[in-house]
């Protein structure tokens, strides 16, 4: 330290020329004769500023505002890794760009005159996860898969919560799963992943059971060779149905919505209608339909003289109750 006379001043102004100084500041005062009358001395410890560029900090998101405690004449640095400044003279600004893993920031103060003082800051960008999942809507009483396609930038995603009916509560921790739901309608199906850096990422979508539909058909039976009509009679709750497959249970098949079958042999048969609606999702019904025989006909008239009367006997016969209607001709 310098000493610095005052001459008749009530301030004076000492200037420390930089480091860690200790000593005192003393003070004469003189009488008009020239002598001392008095004398003061206050000790002091001047010391430069120290720059403080925060704690180091893991983020799993950016930007971040740095946090460094001092902010005088002061300026960022990147040493290592990568990031802009929003103001690179501002101790708190924000920093952008960052890259994954570490990232090395310098904060530096002093100048004009004062000490130069500088702090390194690491600021680790952590694995970010990202949520997402696939899936295929399903028809009632059907499981639907789910599988995670989550992923974390630049490391890997190790927990997974389901809350798969939206009810807030996790039903599954494991990918993929496979859920069947109680009821039809829609669900908001939540994800949430955990990077291996402890980083969180929630998706949530909506996932759909569909209702099956109700198959059901109506019949009149008929005798063999002759059109029996077949009906359908099925219902959906919501939605439509598209399509219908019937099986005669004679081998053949229809597409139709309602048809007429003509069954050659009498006998039982199961018949059988499969219904499908316009999300894919199918019903079926089965009947057994007794196709009745045709009376074997027959009867006898014996040759006889004109205008002689005939006696004609009906000797029809049916294998299928008895015969119980005639008619002649």
């Known amino acids: 330290m310098t000493q610095v006379s ?27 004769d020239g ?20 704690p180091d900090t893991g983020i799993c998101s950016q930007p971040f505002q740095m946090q460094a405690n001092n902010g005088s004449n002061g300026y960022w640095q990147v040493i290592s890794g990568s990031g802009t400044f929003a103001n690179a003279n501002e101790y708190d600004t924000e920093v952008s760009g960052l890259s994954n893993g570490q990232n ?73 799963i496979s859920h069947t739901f109680g009821d039809t309608g829609n669900y908001q199906c939540r994800l949430i992943v955990e990077s291996n850096g402890g980083c969180v990422d929630t998706v949530t979508k909506t996932v759909r059971v569909h209702p099956n539909p109700n198959a059901q058909f109506t019949f009149i039976p008929e005798c063999e060779e002759t059109p029996t009509p077949f009906t359908d009679q099925s219902t959906i709750g919501t939605g439509s ?27 039982v048969y199961i018949a059988s209608l499969l219904v499908t609606s316009a999300f894919g999702c199918q019903d079926w019904m089965t009947d057994s339909i007794e196709v009745f025989t045709i009376p074997e006909v027959d009867f006898d008239a014996p040759f006889v003289c004109q205008n002689d009367t005939v006696s004609v006997s009906d000797l029809s016969t049916s294998v299928q109750g008895n015969v119980i209607y005639w008619e002649w001709n």
């Open 35 to 54: 002598d001392t009358a008095g004398y003061m001395c206050e000790e002091i410890i001047a010391n430069p500023a120290s720059a403080d560029a925060g």
């Open 241 to 267: 149905i598209t399509d219908w497959l019937w099986n005669f249970g004679d081998g053949t098949t229809s597409t139709l919505q309602n048809d007429s079958h003509i069954y050659q042999s009498d006998g």
């Open 104 to 176: 090395v920031f310098r904060w530096t103060i002093g100048g004009n005159g004062c000490p130069i003082s500088s702090d390194d800051v690491i600021i680790t960008l952590l694995p970010q996860a990202v949520a997402n999942f696939s899936f295929t809507n399903v028809c009632d009483e059907t499981a639907m898969n789910l599988a995670s396609t989550s992923y974390a930038l630049g490391g890997s995603i190790t927990d997974y919560s389901w809350d798969v009916d939206g009810n807030g509560t996790n039903d599954y921790t494991i990918n993929p």
């Open 6 to 32: 005052s001459g008749n001043n009530d301030t004076i102004v000492t200037q420390f020329t930089g480091g860690s100084i200790g000593g005192e500041i003393c003070v004469a005062f003189l009488g008009c």
